[in-house]
């Protein structure tokens, strides 16, 4: 074989390989799609799909004589770029060209026909093996989640019947030969009418559903077991015919009389009901709380979109304004349309609406609330649904403050409640700027804040009774005891000779505005009063009523966290004062949510007394209310829990299967059915399983003691019964018991 052999070999070997990678794709791709459909159709045409797709993506016939010429050279040393030589013909070639292309064709003889061409077949294989295994994952996971959906068995495509009880060989078992089940959607849902073959039927709630069933031979009475309420087929010429709206998810089967009066039941099938879900309602571009100056335009503009599964079919906007406060407040509600026009049975809508609190007629401290409302075209009764609430407030020019007897009153929520967080945010402030600022502006500021602070604790301690502004700090001497224990330290020294004419800044007389008298610093002490222990002192401050005494703890706590705030900040040092700032505003606020008052006003009125009949003893016609309450206790899943007994008895060959036992597992069924609507992972095996009893072939050993476990794994536990519990005392407790008793 010449060295062109070699080479056109080469080329038809890497075209081979890129066929054998679109090919491993298409069956990948197929071989998943049949995994979803169980259909071998499908399986086919997704693999022929898939394959001119993949062959148009690689295109192995654009691998020509010259693209392997330079993959040669490219990777093969012994070519020396000369390979292409090879494909010339000798005639055409110099006499040292002939010797390369002789040397070139030695050299690769060997070598080329072990040569790969590029290719990715591992990756295909991996792609392909990849498919294959997201096709099992989602079947088994579809299986799982629709426990009645088809695997390729014909039990569950088709109805069919198997009878209750044994038959001789020779009666011939009556066939369906024409199922047709009919799904008429509601009008609003604009879905067109369905016809399937299959009986496992999800449709929306309201749609009507007709069952077409046609034998071979004339039967006597069909009927459908519809979690234990049964409904009769009406016979149409040869069809049995039955319609039911949908109104719940459930589990039915069907069964039928032949003309020998022989009983056939069906398996169990699903007919899962789909909600009608209501509209969902959002609004754009307006913020949950929007707050107007009686001058400013008051305007509110925002975006509605309103979706709904099958279409919208109205809105508006529900705005209510109250006017007034406390127990003279009035609202007003009223329904305001959008200016738009709403399409009806549009599925999104996108409305644009502004509303004029003016048109309202809001005056200055009125509050409005609204949401936009939403009805679908659920029929009868459409679903209902709503946005958040939002409020728009037009702030009042007025503050009215409770007073009694001109400015003597208490109001118990002061102004200055809001003053701690404007320290925050000038501490706050004061810090960013640190930096930015002279360091004497700094200081200034940090100590101006301290003074800010004292005033507000001033305020406060006035707030709690305190008289004097001079108030002490958490641990400081006060005053008085320091004169005092400076006199005692100076006892029998010099009299100070600048005491007459000095000015005293650290006593409560500090500008001297009060002539002091000698009498009052006398040296016998007052007598104590008798009634000190029993007067409450409203003078004194920790005896003061403005508060409870929980709330004055909280608010002393406040004052002295006040101290510390205002140390720091004298300190220069307002990073360490804002923590305690913090916890001084919570306390405050803490404060002003306590101290709000509920009333619960109850309507009782005591029936009027005869007077005659008030102090004078008579008890006559008085009984005491004695109530008396019987009833019996009902154990969960009586019925299952029965047939799990008769299972047992079956398993042990003790008794034959009876129309009592059918009886028996068809209500244990109807017991469990409620629950398979909720989890029917848990328990629709277990309803196929006693479902299964009712015919005769199934009856065996194996299907007993399977039915039983099955029954096992899903009983709950029993619940507690109270019951009187026997105690057998022996003689030591009794001797314990009377030893108590003479104790006692």
């Not at 007709?210 to 010429?237: A, C, P, R, Y």
């Amino acid at each position: 074989m010449n060295g062109a052999a070699h080479i056109k070999q080469f080329q038809k070997r890497w075209q081979q390989l890129l066929y054998a990678e679109a090919l491993l794709y298409a069956v990948g791709f197929g071989g998943m799609m049949y995994l979803f459909t169980h259909n071998m159709g499908y399986g086919i045409l997704s693999l022929l799909v898939a394959l001119v797709v993949s062959v148009w993506i690689k295109r192995p016939w654009k691998i020509n004589e010259a693209r392997a010429v330079n993959y040669i050279d490219a990777h093969l040393p012994q070519a020396g770029y000369s390979s292409g030589l090879l494909l010339v013909s000798a005639q055409e070639l110099s006499d040292l060209s002939k010797l390369q292309q002789y040397r070139v064709s030695a050299q690769l003889e060997p070598v080329l026909p072990k040569t790969r061409p590029p290719q990715k077949l591992f990756k295909a294989a991996l792609v392909m093996f990849g498919l294959v295994l997201i096709g099992l994952m989602a079947n088994t996971l579809w299986t799982s989640l629709n426990p009645f959906s088809s695997n390729g068995s014909s039990n569950q495509d088709v109805i069919t019947f198997a009878p209750k009880d044994s038959l001789s060989s020779s009666i011939k078992i009556p066939e369906l030969t024409d199922t047709k089940v009919t799904v008429q959607y509601p009008s609003y849902t604009k879905k067109p009418t369905i016809q399937t073959s299959l009986p496992n039927i999800k449709a929306v709630q309201g749609s009507r559903i007709t069952w077409h069933l046609e034998f071979d031979v004339e039967v006597q009475k069909v009927q459908m077991d519809l979690m234990g309420e049964h409904f009769d087929f009406v016979k149409v010429q040869n069809q049995y015919r039955l319609t039911k709206p949908l109104e719940a998810s459930g589990f039915y089967s069907f069964t039928f009389t032949d003309g020998d009066a022989n009983d056939y039941v069906s398996d169990l099938y699903s007919m899962e009901m789909v909600s009608d879900e209501p509209p969902l309602v959002q609004l754009e571009g307006l913020d949950y709380y929007s707050y107007f100056e009686f001058e400013d335009d008051k305007r509110l503009m925002f975006n509605a979109n309103i979706s709904d599964d099958f279409g919208v079919e109205d809105a508006y906007i529900i705005a209510t304004v109250s006017k007034g406060s406390g127990e003279s407040v009035k609202f007003r509600e009223e329904s305001v349309r959008f200016d738009q026009t709403i399409p009806k049975g549009g599925k999104l809508v996108q409305l644009r609406q502004q509303l004029d609190l003016n048109a309202l007629n809001m005056d200055p401290g009125d509050e409005l609330y609204f949401y936009v409302e939403a009805l679908d075209q659920k029929s009868p009764t459409p679903n209902v649904a709503r946005s958040e609430t939002y409020f728009a407030v037009i702030r009042d020019t007025v503050t009215d403050m409770f007073a009694v007897e001109g400015n003597l009153g208490v109001d118990l929520m002061p102004d200055y409640f809001r003053s701690q967080r404007q320290l925050i945010i000038d501490t706050e402030k004061l810090i960013s700027e640190r930096g930015k600022i002279s360091e004497k502006d700094f200081k200034f500021r940090s100590n101006e804040l301290g003074f800010d602070q004292k005033q507000l604790r001033l305020k406060y301690g006035q707030f709690m009774g305190d008289e004097t502004e001079m108030q002490s700090a958490p641990g400081q001497v006060s005053p008085e005891a320091g004169e005092a224990d400076h006199d005692h330290d100076h006892e029998g020294g010099e009299e100070d000779l600048l005491d007459a004419y000095s000015h005293k800044h650290d006593s409560d007389n500090e500008h001297n505005l009060v002539v002091e008298d000698d009498h009052d610093h006398g040296t016998e002490e007052e007598k104590e009063d008798p009634l000190h222990e029993y007067v409450h002192d409203h003078g004194d401050p920790e005896a003061s009523t403005l508060f409870e005494k929980s709330l004055k703890a909280k608010l002393r706590d406040a004052l002295t966290i006040m101290w510390d705030a205002e140390l720091y900040l004298r300190l220069y040092e307002p990073e360490k004062s804002l923590p305690y700032q913090y916890d001084a505003l919570e306390i405050i606020q803490d404060i002003k949510n306590s101290a709000r008052i509920y009333v619960h006003r109850i309507g009782f009125d005591p029936p009027p007394i005869k007077e005659e009949n008030r102090l004078s003893g008579d008890i006559e016609g008085i009984t005491n209310v004695t109530k008396e309450e019987g009833f019996d206790y009902e154990m969960s899943f009586a019925a299952t829990r029965e047939a799990i007994y008769r299972l047992e008895l079956l398993i042990q060959s003790e008794t034959n299967f009876s129309e009592t036992d059918a009886a028996l597992f068809e209500e244990a069924g109807n017991e469990l059915a409620q629950k398979a609507i909720a989890e029917p992972l848990t328990y629709v095996k277990v309803l196929q399983g006693l479902r299964d009893l009712q015919k005769a072939p199934d009856r065996t050993r194996e299907s007993y003691m399977e039915v039983q476990r099955k029954l096992l794994s899903v009983l709950p536990e029993v619940d507690d019964n109270p019951f009187k519990r026997t105690v057998y005392p022996d003689e030591i407790n009794q001797l314990y018991l009377k030893e108590l008793e003479a104790y006692e």
